[in-house]
């Protein structure tokens, strides 16, 4: 079981937004400002899409956003591509010793 | 260019041992704060261990004492030995670089497959 919820699969048709939550506690999410996004495509390594929450690594599209509210952060996509299939994980910083928490992640499909 | 290749993964036996490799080019290991990220087939991701710039190295409570992270500055190079494997430490191992003074993880390896299993 993942330190972080995430729902199982999401899916949404080409042109459409989606948005994907990663919920934690106060120890993690919720407390600190160091919430993660990256992309999985099957059999590729994970690629960085959002930092510290809020933030697109140089050359990640805009249509990527992330947020956060209390202890629920978000990841939205919108103007869905076919590229944009894949898995999608969100990781955050905890004051606990694990350090790091990641989700479970969510397979996204574009219908 | 940076680039993070890993080597040394492979087939063995439970209660052997492995050390996987991963030289980096684009920036200095030493310099940096790294990371070994493991995936079970199928599965999500899970941090294994750190090490950070001044040498202090941190671990998962499923690998402590059994996994230890190094590096060689002259090969700019990190290391992880894996000793008394289990077979639920099958999984890809990804050498990541983790931002230095924050909490994500900004370059990351292809990846070496373990497969631990009798």
């Known amino acids: 079981q993942s330190a972080l919820t995430q729902p199982a699969s999401v899916s949404g048709s080409p042109g459409q937004s989606i948005t994907i939550s990663c919920t934690g506690t106060s120890s993690d999410v919720g407390g600190y400002e160091f919430v993660s996004w990256y992309q999985q495509h099957p059999g590729k390594a994970p690629k960085l899409m959002i930092y510290d929450v809020t933030n697109r690594p140089s050359g990640v599209s805009n249509r990527f956003s992330g947020s956060k509210s209390g202890n629920t952060a978000s990841l939205t996509i919108s103007r869905l591509q076919a590229e944009d299939e894949a898995d999608y994980y969100c990781t955050s910083y905890t004051s606990s010793s694990t350090l790091v928490v990641f989700g479970g992640g969510t397979k996204l499909t574009v219908l | 260019e940076v680039e993070l290749v890993e080597t040394g993964g492979g087939l063995i036996q439970p209660g052997g041992s492995l050390r996987l490799s991963c030289v980096v080019s684009?920036?200095?290991?030493?310099?940096?704060?790294m990371t070994w990220v493991r995936q079970a087939p199928g599965k999500g991701l899970q941090w294994v261990s750190f090490m950070y710039s001044g040498g202090a190295t941190y671990y998962a409570d499923s690998v402590k004492g059994r996994f230890t992270i190094s590096r060689d500055n002259s090969k700019n190079t990190l290391y992880l030995q894996m000793n008394s494997l289990r077979v639920e430490d099958t999984a890809v191992y990804y050498c990541v670089r983790r931002a230095t003074t924050a909490w994500h993880f900004d370059y990351w390896g292809q990846g070496t497959l373990v497969t631990v299993a009798s």
């Open positions: 684009g920036f200095i290991v030493s310099s940096n704060y």
